[in-house]
């Protein structure tokens, strides 16, 4: 039989879109846990902020930063040699991504070539996260020590926006056009341009399947067989989803799956984030043979 593993999202799948809440997944979390099966945290959060969240979840194992711009493997947890690039307290670290220093230039370049006003989280002060977010002062600190990528926000120069918490990143007039500038540019020097569930995002090199396929062949080696489960939610989710055996989809805050997202294989969770994270996990997990 195979060991199962579980590669997760956070924000808008195992955490609620607004209160950043396990606690509808708490049963599902309870019986892998009981299981053995690790579960591999794979978000655009940064380190700062995804270690205290698995501490709360009592989580051990590896984790994905960024968008698959670093794996972060725990010291000791495969007893066998592996490449790493770097060492930090208690992790040996694998580096896709860039570094965020080169990404904040980049994005200094556009802006000033375009006169599209962009702003980075680096840039944004600690209480336009929280009002922006809803994360509490704590998680808005954290979430401003980026290394391999940079969140943003684009819209037009001199227009006041609005936040709508309806909606997932700041709207504007025209917005749609200075979005497509933006990507437009970022591509053409090379960088890679994606959108979350709040902000966009510039990186280079950084990518959930790579980052996957990495941990997937060192479980081979721990465990021999092994069978994937990757959950997520957004479009910045897909190369994870392509790279696990089952892919699953939970339903955004609106109750609706992110229609962009096509996999013939696709598990469709029911329910929102946490909600739906909790049945798909607790069904698949409970079927196992």
Same mark, same amino acid.
């Given at each position: 039989m195979p060991r199962y593993i579980i590669f997760t999202d956070l924000d808008g799948t195992l955490l609620d879109h607004f209160t950043y809440s396990f606690n509808e997944a708490s049963d599902a979390?309870?019986?892998i846990r009981e299981k053995g099966i690790p579960l591999i945290i794979c978000t655009s959060k940064a380190r700062a902020e995804i270690l205290p969240i698995r501490k709360k979840l009592k989580n051990k194992a590896p984790f994905i930063s960024e968008n698959g711009g670093a794996v972060y493997i725990p010291d000791r947890y495969f007893s066998f040699p592996y490449e790493f690039q770097r060492r930090i307290k208690g992790y040996r670290v694998i580096e896709i991504g860039t570094p965020h220093k080169i990404l904040l230039n980049v994005l200094r370049e556009i802006? &000033?070539?375009?006169? =599209? +006003?962009?702003?980075?989280?680096s840039e944004m002060s600690v209480q336009k996260i929280m009002d922006f977010t809803f994360l509490k002062k704590r998680g808005a600190e954290l979430s401003k020590k980026r290394e391999y990528s940079e969140p943003f926000l684009i819209y037009p120069a001199h227009n006041l926006l609005r936040r709508d918490p +309806?909606?997932? =990143?700041?709207?504007?007039?025209?917005?749609?056009?200075?979005?497509?500038? =933006? *990507? *437009?540019e970022i591509l053409k020097l090379g960088f890679k341009f994606t959108s979350g569930g709040r902000f966009f995002h510039i990186m280079k090199g950084n990518d959930k399947g790579k980052a996957v396929k990495i941990l997937k062949n060192l479980y081979i080696q721990k465990y021999g067989d092994i069978k994937t489960i990757g959950i997520g939610n957004s479009?910045? &989710?897909i190369p994870m989803l392509k790279a696990v055996d089952i892919p699953v989809l939970v339903k955004n805050y609106d109750g609706r799956y992110e229609k962009d997202i096509?996999? *013939?294989?696709?598990y469709l969770a029911d329910g929102i984030g946490p909600e739906g994270w909790n049945k798909a996990v607790y069904n698949i997990v409970s079927s196992m043979q």
């Amino acid at each position: 039989m195979p060991r199962y593993i579980i590669f997760t999202d956070l924000d808008g799948t195992l955490l609620d879109h607004f209160t950043y809440s396990f606690n509808e997944a708490s049963d599902a979390l309870k019986i892998i846990r009981e299981k053995g099966i690790p579960l591999i945290i794979c978000t655009s959060k940064a380190r700062a902020e995804i270690l205290p969240i698995r501490k709360k979840l009592k989580n051990k194992a590896p984790f994905i930063s960024e968008n698959g711009g670093a794996v972060y493997i725990p010291d000791r947890y495969f007893s066998f040699p592996y490449e790493f690039q770097r060492r930090i307290k208690g992790y040996r670290v694998i580096e896709i991504g860039t570094p965020h220093k080169i990404l904040l230039n980049v994005l200094r370049e556009i802006r &000033d070539k375009t006169g =599209v +006003s962009i702003e980075g989280i680096s840039e944004m002060s600690v209480q336009k996260i929280m009002d922006f977010t809803f994360l509490k002062k704590r998680g808005a600190e954290l979430s401003k020590k980026r290394e391999y990528s940079e969140p943003f926000l684009i819209y037009p120069a001199h227009n006041l926006l609005r936040r709508d918490p +309806s909606q997932g =990143v700041m709207c504007g007039v025209n917005e749609r056009r200075w979005i497509n500038r =933006v *990507k *437009k540019e970022i591509l053409k020097l090379g960088f890679k341009f994606t959108s979350g569930g709040r902000f966009f995002h510039i990186m280079k090199g950084n990518d959930k399947g790579k980052a996957v396929k990495i941990l997937k062949n060192l479980y081979i080696q721990k465990y021999g067989d092994i069978k994937t489960i990757g959950i997520g939610n957004s479009l910045n &989710d897909i190369p994870m989803l392509k790279a696990v055996d089952i892919p699953v989809l939970v339903k955004n805050y609106d109750g609706r799956y992110e229609k962009d997202i096509k996999l *013939k294989n696709l598990y469709l969770a029911d329910g929102i984030g946490p909600e739906g994270w909790n049945k798909a996990v607790y069904n698949i997990v409970s079927s196992m043979q």
